[in-house]
Nanobody
Framework: QVQLVESGGGLVEPGGSLRLSCVAS????????MAWYRQPPGKQRELVAT???????NYVDSVKGRFTISRDNTKNTVYLQMASLKPEDTAVYYC??????????WGKGTLVTVSS
């Protein structure tokens, strides 16, 4: 059974940093674009960052220069390094495995709260 399990969320003060991890199991990891989405309280889920099979990255404008997506194909893991966090970054962060050829998969999310 395919599973995506996020970790690394928590409470952080404005200006702080966090690193999220997402471990994928029972999936051919190298065949998927990996993405991070987030859903702020009371708002719709939005795309944050993607990393393609060949390493190309894409970010939503609001996180450019602050967040970095990376992947370790030997560990079936995708990361989201977040720096200079702002209160508006508060959200549940979700990992997604995306493919034009195979079924997409979601993790259950990890909560990031940015507050003093």
């Amino acid at each position: 059974q395919v599973q995506l399990v996020e970790s690394g969320g928590g409470l952080v003060e404005p200006g702080g940093s966090l690193r999220l991890s997402c471990v994928a199991s029972e999936i051919r990891f190298t065949l998927y674009t990996m993405a991070w989405y987030r859903q702020p309280p009371g708002k719709q889920r939005e795309l944050v960052a993607t990393m393609s099979i060949d390493g190309r990255t894409n970010y939503v404008d609001s996180v450019k220069g602050r967040f970095t997506i990376s992947r370790d194909n030997t560990k079936n893991t995708v990361y989201l390094q977040m720096a200079s966090l702002k209160p508006e970054d508060t959200a549940v962060y979700y990992c997604r495995a995306e493919s034009a050829y195979y079924k997409d998969y979601w993790g259950k999310g990890t909560l990031v709260t940015v507050s003093s």
